[in-house]
């Protein structure tokens, strides 16, 4: 069997400083755990515009099709701000998305015990939070035609259209199903069939799958009301499927529950490979962060917690995931903290390196 094959596309700003912790821990899977990769790197983002004149190369696209999994950092930053919209740095990661065909957007909101007060909500509402948010994301009203703003009369109008085809909700029902069956087995899809034709489809289309898996306990809730039980009590959640716009909304409440930006991962994913595995790009939520850039603050866990991701989604190795964020849950227990993870405790932070460190060193003792 061929070692599988990860890309790796640092991008922008802290992106390379994140990445390169990264890069240790995936030195120390194949030193200690006899897990190699077939790691290659290249340029994404302003880093790609200023060696090639355009944010993702052709043959960057070539191998990111080819490969079993990408892993990417941020891209964009204030030098880049004034670039024609089609060479922006994001339109690499744009283009990444649509060739790639990564339908279902996959975020965690995860609460660490030691970072609970953290959160706005109660310390009890979140602590121990673990819920998986599945976001429709190249369909419904981002893309639907017609839109634009039209002149109607003597007034414009702005419209946009939400679509979902029946093949494009199966899909990413499916995808969510197989990851309820992987974790607590309870899924809960989100729309507003009350008011929305788009709303009944997704339901009557996403129970029809669920027929499929007879082990998932499946509810539905109107996405409003979600929202609402999301910020009351998250908990009674595992699993949430939703459309577009709703998941685009409803994935930044919940992962907010848990505190900062620097701690969150995501993967999208798309229809599987030859191999069975799916298309993946994993990445942490956060941007480049140009404000701390270059000055060694940034926090690595989201970008870490995206390679976690790779390793239970891409590879199979939910074991080795797990040992992987049970790392940096005793790390974070243990107090060691990057400046953004700083409360009133008074305590040093460390820098993003010191951050890797100790999460090396609580791989070392998980051994
Ligand atoms: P941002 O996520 O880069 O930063 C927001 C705030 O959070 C900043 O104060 C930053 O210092 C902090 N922060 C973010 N990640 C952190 C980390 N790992 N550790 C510690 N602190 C962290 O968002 P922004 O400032 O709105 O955007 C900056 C640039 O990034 C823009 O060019 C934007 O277009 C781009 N961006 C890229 C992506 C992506 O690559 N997926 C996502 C969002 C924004």
Redesign the pocket.
């Known amino acids: 069997m061929p070692n599988p094959s990860l890309l790796i596309l640092a991008?922008d700003?802290?992106g390379p400083e994140?990445m390169a912790e990264v890069k240790r821990i995936i030195d120390w899977f194949g030193a200690k755990r006899g897990m190699h990769f077939d790691v290659t790197e290249d340029l994404v983002g302003g880093a790609a515009y200023d060696r090639h004149g355009t944010p993702l190369h052709d043959d960057t696209m070539a191998r990111a099709q080819a490969v079993d999994a990408v892993l990417l950092g941020?891209?964009?930053?204030p030098k880049y701000d004034n670039l024609d919209f089609s060479v922006k740095?994001?339109r690499g990661?744009l283009r990444l998305r649509k060739e790639m065909d990564l339908f279902a957007n996959l975020r965690p909101a995860q609460c660490f015990d030691a970072l609970s007060d953290f959160s706005s909500l109660k310390k009890e509402v979140v602590a121990g939070l673990d819920i998986m948010i599945v976001r429709e994301l190249t369909s419904g009203v981002y893309f639907g035609e017609p839109r634009g703003i039209f002149q109607e009369g003597n007034e414009r109008v702005g419209i946009n259209t939400q679509r979902y085809t029946e093949s494009e909700i199966d899909r990413v029902a499916r995808a969510a199903f197989e990851l309820a069956m992987r974790r607590n087995r309870k899924l809960c899809s989100m729309e507003k069939a009350n008011v929305m034709e788009s709303g009944i489809l997704w339901r009557e289309v996403v129970t029809r799958v669920g027929k499929d898996y007879p082990e998932v306990e499946l509810s539905h809730m109107y996405a409003d009301a979600g929202a609402m039980q999301l910020t009351r009590w998250p908990k009674q959640f595992d699993v949430i499927v939703t459309d577009n716009l709703f998941g685009d909304l409803l994935s930044d409440l919940a992962a907010m529950l848990t505190g900062s930006?620097?701690m969150l991962p995501s993967a999208s994913l798309g229809a599987p490979m030859a191999n069975g595995r799916p298309k993946a790009l994993y990445?942490?939520v956060?941007?480049?962060?140009?404000?701390?850039a270059g000055q060694g603050?940034?926090?690595p866990i989201?970008c870490i917690l995206s390679f976690a991701m790779a390793l239970r989604y891409s590879f199979d190795m939910g074991d080795e995931a797990d040992r992987l964020e049970k790392a940096v849950e005793r790390v974070l227990a243990d107090g060691v903290r990057?400046a953004?993870l700083l409360g009133a405790e008074g305590v040093a932070p460390v820098s993003t390196t010191g951050m890797g460190d100790a999460i090396l060193a609580a791989l070392d003792a998980s051994l």
């Open positions: 991008g700003g802290i994140v941020a891209v964009g930053g740095p994001e990661l930006l620097g990445e942490p956060h941007g480049s962060a140009p404000d701390i603050k940034a926090n989201a990057t953004d």
